[in-house]
């Protein structure tokens, strides 16, 4: 409690009487912070974890396109942006972390239910008016899809390596699957080049669209974690609701308004499904080589992965 009561004064000039722990995803911790007259929400994003050089890296240019975004268009109350330091930056740092304050949302994630009918509705509304943004006046060039795929080299080293790179229960969990994950990166390496010769309409997307990055506040739905902002063809956030049962009706509304002749670019979406299998299965085996985990966190993480790992044969044959 006394590092983060330091950070809150320090940085934000906030007096704080408590903090609760709250559940957090696979990459930051985060607390409930209260004083005598609000609450706040503070995400910490651990220095020693392989994950948070990509996390908080782009900080300073996507927050002001959010901003942009609450002061110009419908999504005003529906998307979260951190509240700013003394010194008007969006985010502190010490030598542990890296840190994000934001006003506390009284609700509750959606997490692991399914969307009620209204939810759906809502939901439809945020991404068809997120995906109607494609040219503002805030620099959007750190943030545009340019196809690569940084960390497959290095995974491709580590599937040739083996043993010498990875401990034994790693490389047991893997070793079951490289020749389908080697086909998967060969396939997404060459739509990755194809794609970067395609002219292809572009838009805001927030490329991380599952439902622990949804929030139920009083009557309305609040779309959460906005690291992976980007400009980028719409598939990269459908390709997380293709398969979900309502996906006839969130295309409706989404087509009945500014995206009336939408289509999904077939190689597109193959492409955004290929390069997330690969980069949760990557991150997965960066924190089981890098992070410091307990026992319990390393038997999770390498059920994440052999999760991952499973889903390739059947979901990822091009």
């Known amino acids: 409690m006394n590092q983060v009561k330091s950070i809150l004064k320090d940085f934000y000039d906030i007096d704080i009487s408590g903090v609760l722990p709250q559940q957090g995803g696979w990459a930051s ?19 020693s974890r392989a994950s948070t050089p990509k996390l908080t890296a782009l900080i300073d240019q996507y927050v002001p396109i959010l901003v942009w975004l609450i002061n110009n268009s419908s999504l005003n ?12 930056e969006y985010k ?26 209204d939810q759906v509705h809502q939901f439809s509304k945020i991404i068809t008016e997120l995906h109607s943004y494609e040219d503002i006046p805030i620099g959007t060039d750190a943030i545009k899809e340019d ?9 491709r080293q580590k599937l040739k390596n083996g043993r010498e ?15 389908p994950l080697n086909n998967l990166i060969q396939t997404v390496e060459v739509l990755s080049q194809n794609l970067k010769n395609c002219d292809l309409r572009m838009a805001l997307c ?44 969130f295309l409706s509304v989404y087509q ?7 289509e999904i670019n077939p190689h597109v979406l193959k492409f955004y499904q290929g390069r997330r299998r690969l980069e949760d299965i990557w991150e997965f085996i960066e924190q089981l080589l890098y992070d410091e985990q307990d026992e319990q966190e390393r038997y999770l993480t390498k059920n994440y992965l052999r999760k991952e790992l499973n889903s390739i044969g059947g979901n990822f044959k091009f």
């Open 29 to 47: 911790l985060a607390y409930k912070v209260l004083n005598k007259n609000q609450s706040y929400f503070l995400k910490v994003y651990e220095k």
């Open 77 to 88: 109350g529906k998307i979260t942006v951190p509240l700013i330091t003394n010194s008007g």
């Open 92 to 117: 502190c740092e010490d030598e542990n972390a890296i840190y994000l304050l934001y006003d506390y949302i009284e609700g509750e994630t959606i997490g692991d239910r399914d969307l009620t009918d």
């Open 147 to 155: 196809f690569d795929v940084p960390f497959i080299q290095s995974l």
């Open 165 to 179: 790179d990875l401990q034994d229960d790693v490389w047991t969990i893997i070793n079951s699957c490289i020749s």
């Open 206 to 249: 927030h490329t991380d669209l599952h439902y622990w990055n949804l929030m139920q506040s009083g009557q309305g739905l609040i779309l959460i974690d906005w690291e992976g902002l980007k400009l980028a063809p719409v598939e990269a956030d459908l390709m997380f609701l293709v398969d979900k049962p309502y996906f006839a009706e």
């Open 256 to 262: 009945n308004t500014t995206h009336r002749n939408f």
